[in-house]
């Protein structure tokens, strides 16, 4: 009966993507990159979409299957599409971040991005990855299990993708355009938004709500996906407990919360079993931010709304109660912290946690914000009258003018790139207590160069020269493993007897504490060029980023296949 439920469920989904094809384990998918005309929040105005959808159009596959996607670019900006999480084996020119893996799609141009999907399966995202487009260019990407395969938990009766994100009334273009030329602070959204509707809380804006139906005594698989530019979310649905069994596409050993926490770039699964019987009322499922440094945020909530199917005409339909989730304190830091505590990898012989518990190349990364002084002749609205800058290692990446990856095959760095990023900070400091006097950055397109098959071991040290704060970290081309976190310094004595090697959370985004310390380790098993950012789309445009180059391996499978005909010119 599973079995078929889940085919059915299956069936049910892939009806919905009239834009797609499927042959023979392969899908076709077309994304029409235009302006559409949307109304929010008693605004209307011209957005950039894919197939004229807020949020965009569903991806959805099995694991082992190929994708094919071929976008056209028909709006005046460059556009790249990143599949968030896609390993992208051997297959980096379809990762996706401009000037790293290939030049933008330019007004009027095409590319397909042509990848499989190896050994995952689970809920990952796609979205833009250039500026600011991914404001409103995103949407689920859903990897199921292989046919026959099942889930490690109990089959959902139904599934269902809810995906946070953020309204602007304005171009957000023009918000970061400005914030670059100023040297301040971004202005923030106008308002959160699950499944691209503001919900009830805001103004103008209360038929502008995602309603989940439910029926009572059923399951269902939510795959939560946070899309939102700058913030970390808190999220709980009132009167109700739900179950976490994956985060980033990666199976977990199940948790049942009231409240989960979702940083941008991450993704979490969670069963929501319903009420036993009819409860005449309606439930908000809310959202709101959670808070801890000097970033650009607000303090308001998106609200949905979980309403039960009626057993039959004798109940009200209408001016049904609502309760509200109590949600942690704005800058609960101790509640983050317990939470992210509580994930642990299922590590099981079916899907086995893999740690490198040998470790051939050890990093020290500082991470965080600086300034840059304030050039001749210009009024700077940044701290002290700089320009808001950030960086790991205190240097601030610069995008190169040829993309990283095409240098590197091609054997064309000089000019574009150097290998010097270095494995410390220049100089030591008590990284979460008192800053030091000079905050300035240094700029730079630096990368570090792996062999392949290297074990990695990276710390990940927040800082407080301009105040401690959490950074969502992604990494693309792996998953990895966070090993440790913890709080203050780390402490290279006695922090690493506390790792967990046994069954760490496997995932591709972490967030690195507020005033604290995570450390991950990857095996640089996948040959190319691969971004690390901040996923806070404001720190990345100040800079908080780095590349690695993985080298090829000896055997044809280890080595990275070369690039499409149609890769887009700088």
């Known amino acids: 009966m599973g079995a078929l439920l889940f085919a059915l469920n299956a069936l049910l989904l892939f009806s919905e993507l009239a834009f797609a094809t499927h042959t023979g384990g392969t899908w076709h998918y077309k994304f029409d990159v235009k302006l559409k005309s949307v109304k929010r929040l008693c605004n209307r105005k011209n957005m950039v979409t894919v197939n004229g959808r807020f949020p965009g159009p569903k991806i959805m596959a099995r694991e082992g299957d190929r ?29 996706g971040p401009a000037y790293i893996t290939q030049c933008p799609i330019q ?15 689970g809920t990952l995202f796609w979205h833009a990855h250039v500026s600011w487009m991914r404001a409103t260019l995103y949407g689920p990407l859903i990897v199921l299990p292989m ?28 918000v970061i355009n400005q914030s670059l030329q100023t040297g301040a602070g971004p202005n923030v959204s106008d308002a ?46 009132a009167n109700h407990t739900i179950t976490v069994v994956e985060v980033d596409a990666i199976y977990i050993k199940p948790f049942n919360t009231k409240t989960i926490l979702i940083a941008p770039g991450q993704t979490t699964n969670v069963l929501l079993k319903t009420k036993p019987h009819y409860p005449n009322a309606a439930f908000f499922m809310s959202a709101r931010p959670y808070l801890t440094g000097l970033g650009t945020f607000d303090n308001t909530t998106t609200a949905g709304l979980l309403e039960y199917e009626k057993p039959n005409s004798s109940f009200p339909s209408t001016n049904l109660p609502i309760f509200k ?7 609960d830091t101790p509640y983050a912290a317990n939470y992210s505590q509580r994930l642990r990898s299922l590590a099981n012989s079916q899907f086995p946690a893999n740690v490198p518990l040998t470790v051939d190349k050890r990093f020290f990364f500082t991470i965080g ?27 601030s990446f610069v995008l190169p003018t040829t993309a990283l990856l095409q240098a590197h095959f091609f054997g064309q760095s000089n000019g574009v790139y150097n290998t010097s990023f270095p ?32 074990t990695v071991e990276v710390v990940l040290q927040d800082t407080s020269i301009l105040g401690v704060e959490s950074h969502p970290l992604h990494l693309h081309g792996f998953n990895f493993f966070v090993v440790g976190q913890g709080f203050g ?4 004595n006695k922090d690493p007897a506390k790792f967990n090697l046994v069954d760490p959370i496997e995932r591709n985004t972490v967030g690195v504490p507020s005033g604290g310390w995570a450390v991950i380790r990857f095996r640089a098993d996948n040959p190319g060029v691969w971004f690390m950012h901040c996923h806070f789309d404001v720190h990345l445009s100040w800079g908080l980023k780095m590349a690695w180059v993985v080298l090829d391996g000896k055997l044809p499978n280890q080595k990275l296949l070369p690039p499409p005909s149609d890769l887009p010119k700088c």
């Open 107 to 121: 007004t009027g141009q095409r590319y397909v991005y042509n990848f499989t999907i190896t050994g995952q399966r």
């Open 325 to 331: 989730p109590s949600l942690p304190a704005l800058n």
């Open 67 to 95: 994708v094919v996607v071929e976008v056209a670019n028909n709006v005046q900006n460059n556009v790249t599409i990143h599949w968030h999480g896609i390993r992208q084996i051997q297959t980096g020119w379809a990762d």
């Open 489 to 492: 310094n780390f402490d290279r």
């Open 147 to 174: 046919q026959n395969a099942s889930y490690p938990f109990g089959q959902p009766d139904e599934e269902v993708p809810i995906t946070f994100g953020e309204w602007w009334n304005v171009n957000t273009e023009a």
């Open 369 to 395: 914000l600086g300034a840059d002084p304030c050039p001749k002749n210009q009024t700077c609205q940044g701290p002290n009258g700089t320009k808001f800058s950030a960086s790991i290692n205190n240097i």
């Open 192 to 237: 959160y938004t699950i499944n691209g509707k503001p919900g009830p809380l805001y103004n103008c804006s209360a038929k502008d709500t995602f309603k989940l139906k439910v029926k009572p005594g059923k399951t269902y698989l939510l795959r939560l996906i946070n899309a939102a530019l700058n913030d970390e979310l808190f999220f709980s649905i």
């Open 423 to 454: 494995n410390n900070p220049p100089f030591p400091f008590n990284y979460t207590g008192t800053p030091p006097n000079n905050t300035f950055v240094s700029h730079g397109t630096k990368v570090r160069v792996l062999p392949f098959n290297t």
